[in-house]
């Protein structure tokens, strides 16, 4: 895990790949149903874009998650296959086939719109849980995370690790605790993955690793408190089966405070620089 992320800390101020940047503004090729090669550029998207930000998230990166979206389904009532999941964020819709295949949940709203205009419209579909890997770049994060706060409802977001030190994400999470009918502070869950996501680009390039160590951060309203201490016994059980021999190398873990996963270098112990900052940063880098 440490190598993991002080791997991630490395690449955290690196240049992103720069053949990535070269195909910023090239067509994406794509397959038809009817196998034929197509085309797609940025005007296929509703909404402003960046070749960047086209990535969806991976079997793996879900499936660490579902215990905890089948416990919240138990606490709603539901079985898991009736669980409505939405996904505002649409890339190309692969992600689709995890959660029937890999996840079993056949409720996903997962559709080609203006998230934001449908926030604006009051049009933003009624769902059980929203889980979403946002777009990186932009003010995108903390629009998301000022969206799910507010809600009321249900969250997960797969973000870099290092927006656990900004201040938006502290007044989100804040806002979103506020939010539940408790006497009792309710943090999110951090779920800090055994090795890194890799993600898969629409284009077809195969798994492209992210320079960020990505991490879910959930907030599940009432049952965050109940679903997370169920999530812990069933890890503990896990680690101590005959199989694992207690070794913790590779398994996936939860937190409940930014505190603790600083201390467990699960995240930088330091702010990422703004964009102006970080400019900087790389002029003087280049002329040294």
Known sequence: MKNSIQESEKLHNS???TSLKRRRNKQLSTVSCEGKESKET???WPYPTDYLDHFETSRHALTDIEPALYRLATHLGKKKCELVVYDPYFCKGGIRQHYKDALGINNF???KR???ADIKNNVVPEYDILVTNPPYSADHKERILDFCAKSGKPWALLLPNYVVNKQ????ATAAASDAVSTSSTVSPIFVVPGEKYLYEHPEGTGHEASPFFSIWIMHLGSSTNQVAHWWQKKLDKDLSHPARGGQEQGQLKISR???HLRESQAVPSWKRPNPKQRK????????T
């Open 15 to 17: 240049q992103t790949d």
């Open 42 to 44: 940025s005007s296929s």
């Open 109 to 111: 709203l997962h559709e």
């Open 114 to 116: 203006d998230f934001y």
């Open 168 to 171: 938006y994400f502290q007044q």
């Open 257 to 259: 405070s930014v505190d």
């Open 280 to 287: 900087k940063l790389k002029m003087l880098k280049e002329s």
